[in-house]
DNA sequence: GTGGTCTAGACCACC
DNA sequence: GTGGTCTAGACCACA
């Protein structure tokens, strides 16, 4: 597994879980793979991805249940979408908007510049 | 002034340079303030003031005339043009069409959340 | 059943037997339901009930007669009051001590919380 | 520096800033010790000491300034009063209730006990 | 100097 | 087996 480095390993794990979350690779109330067995898979030390995991705990999208594993929330997706959509909302909508005005561009630029990176 | 914690301050000081150049605050070969007294006005370490500087230098936006102070480049709009449009395509792009898959949004929805932003 | 994850799920289950023989629930050298039983009704891992069985059994408020089950010991509901005592004074009371003198509360203003609580 | 084992280490920490904040030991926005002068004064390795001033700093009560230190927040102490209060409510107060109950106690009893724990 | 992150490895309580 | 905590030590960006 590769991790860029302009952004800490834990939280690419965290998004890695919350973008899985969403495209419903794990169900709600569904088991997550262990600290270990994460930390293995992505050959990374089991302490970064515990606060991954925590961090994620801490804002009740995943769950511990005590010596079994770490669950998906319930209510999950619902939180994930409300939280990556603040985000963009309030980070990056700004940002663009400050961005297109300087540079002169206009949405349509971004469509196809979008459709260059895709295509 | 206030700066988030997001991002290192120097950059941030950084950024305030170039839209202050981008909305001609400051003409080309104008001196800007000296290191002192941008940190003073800002109530920022000299240090930090002084990597900014050092930053822009390098990309040859701002020159150093020694002993007398820093002067926006000739060509400084043009560069800093460039070098927003090289993060905007190498950064911002990217991430926006990640986002709006995973949100489901389309550039329509942008449009919308600009607006209600500016409005 | 839900369990509170700041204590650890035998003590918890340890403290539904204790208060059930308080609230005589099971009467001095009735039976006690068994292992499996209580595991299956309150949806836990067979061997978490047996710690908090043994942890009981160690104090000697229930006791086990082989191949038939566990038993509230005869002298079971002075041995809760005691231990509970004990917990109380050692723990409760420098706790509250130490609280009520940051937050500035008078025992009255706990009496008032009390009523509140129930009321 | 003794601590306590029922307690995480890094809680007891955040506890002994709390308990300073509300003694005035350090006034609003004013300086406390960095990580590592904690981490040696009180026998503690860094990252223990870390993780206190992170999850104060969560919850608002102490702020960071990159690479200067770590600030006691303007409203800190309103901050501390209301979160002890609350846990003191929703934790202690229903446990003190019905340990009371139990055990046949009255108010009066109490204020004996702490009387004699202090004396 | 400051905090921030990561690794490696250990020990523990708990399920 | 699970998570939770702690230590030791390292490296980095930043002020």
Redesign the pocket.
């Known amino acids: 597994m590769e991790f860029h480095s302009q952004q800490?390993?834990?939280l690419q794990i965290a998004n890695l879980l919350t973008d899985g979350i969403l495209e419903k690779k794990w169900a709600a109330e569904e088991r997550i793979p262990?600290?270990?067995?994460m930390a293995t898979s992505i050959e990374?030390?089991p302490?970064?991805v515990?606060?991954a995991?925590?961090f994620l705990q801490d804002q009740e999208i995943i769950l511990?249940k005590?010596?079994?594993?770490?669950f998906v929330a319930t209510d999950a997706t619902v939180r994930v979408i409300e939280l990556k959509r603040q985000e963009f909302i309030t980070q990056e909508i700004p940002r663009l908007a400050r961005t297109l005005k300087l540079l002169n561009l206009s949405l349509e630029d971004v469509r196809k510049l979008i459709n260059q990176t895709e295509g």
Chains 1, 2, 3, 4 share one sequence.
């Not at 005590?66 to 770490?70: A, E, N, Q």
């Open positions: 800490a390993i834990f262990s600290v270990r067995e990374v030390n302490n970064t515990m606060r995991y925590t511990n005590r010596g079994i594993g770490f």
